[in-house]
């Protein structure tokens, strides 16, 4: 379970890494077509690491 965690927490990492590199791109002008996969990414990323923390937090208080 805590390898589940630190997974989904690297990969939120990941994903707003990439999500802040098209927020750059767009406040420069320019038009970027990954910014739905990126938010798409974030959305997923932190949904699984609500779900693996969800699950710790079950099992600790059974």
């Given at each position: 379970?805590?390898?589940?965690?630190?997974?989904?927490?690297?990969?939120?990492?990941?994903?707003?890494?990439?999500?802040?590199?098209?927020?750059?791109?767009?406040n420069?002008?320019?038009?970027?077509?990954?910014?739905?996969?990126?938010?798409?990414?974030?959305?997923?990323?932190?949904?699984?690491?609500?779900?693996?923390?969800?699950?710790?937090?079950?099992?600790?208080?059974?």
């Open positions: 379970m805590i390898t589940a965690l630190f997974d989904s927490r690297r990969k939120l990492g990941w994903a707003g890494s990439n999500l802040n590199q098209a927020v750059k791109t767009l420069s002008g320019a038009e970027a077509p990954q910014l739905q996969a990126a938010i798409a990414a974030v959305r997923r990323a932190a949904e699984t690491l609500h779900a693996a923390a969800a699950r710790l937090i079950e099992q600790r208080t059974s």
